[in-house]
């Protein structure tokens, strides 16, 4: 079966700081790999998206990069934090177009 | 442009009452529409969709939503509501050829009373 691992949980960062969370998928290959996030009052935001490694996509301009340095694992990064990247952040994968998303647990980032 | 209106950020009902979360869309292009519920402390589960086949779709845990085009809908509908239904839920909508990008509503928040 397949399972998505998506860390940490929460976290708290200050203004400035550096970002790096992660997401692997184990359980199938070539998956297409996705990061949305939801900011307080807001719907899930698509980020970025990756049909295969090195293969980005970003949908909104941000402070924010991904990386896909394996075939199973997607880097959500920052260089330096806003208080705006704060939210909750969900990294998702599918086996293809059209197939449903299957979503990881999350991690609320709070930037203070 | 793709978008989705979720009206009512919370709703509360008595358990064994009808369950009723609103979802309008907006899309330029035919949609594929989808439900999808977060129970707490869980990941956001697919619940059901609709991809231009039948336009009443039943999903899991005995929900289902209707797609009218001429209000531009996507209701999800429980007839009897359970305790374990609280969560949130949310309306997405993508084109059809769009991959799985999909545009999010702001969710609501479902409340089951006794």
């Known amino acids: 079966s397949q399972t998505i691992h998506q860390w940490p949980a929460t976290l708290v960062q200050p203004v400035g700081s550096p970002l790096s969370l992660e997401c692997t998928v184990e359980?199938?290959?070539?998956?297409?790999l996705y990061w949305y996030r939801q900011a307080a009052g807001r719907g899930l935001q698509l980020l970025f998206y990756s049909v295969g490694i090195g293969q980005i996509s970003s949908e909104v301009p941000q402070n924010l990069s991904a990386s896909r340095p394996q075939d199973r694992q997607f880097i959500l990064s920052s260089k330096k934090l806003l208080l705006s990247d704060s939210g909750f952040y969900l990294c998702a994968w599918s086996q293809g177009q059209n197939e449903k998303l299957f979503f990881g647990s999350g991690t609320q980032l709070s930037v203070l | 442009a793709q978008s989705v209106t979720q009206l009512g950020s919370h709703v509360s009902v008595s358990e064994g009452a009808l369950v009723l979360l609103r979802c309008n869309y907006s899309s330029s292009v035919p949609p594929y529409l989808f439900w999808y519920v977060q129970y707490p402390n869980q990941g956001l589960q697919l619940l059901l969709k609709?991809?231009?086949?039948?336009?009443l779709v039943k999903g899991i845990n005995g929900f289902e939503a209707e797609f009218k085009k001429s209000e531009t809908s996507f209701h999800l509908t429980k007839p009897s509501a359970h305790m374990s239904d609280a969560a949130e839920y949310f309306c997405a909508v993508s084109d059809m050829g769009g991959g799985n990008k999909l545009t999010f509503g702001t969710g609501t928040q479902l409340k089951v009373e006794l």
């Open positions: 609709y991809t231009s086949a039948a336009t």
């Open positions: 359980g199938t290959s070539n998956p297409n």
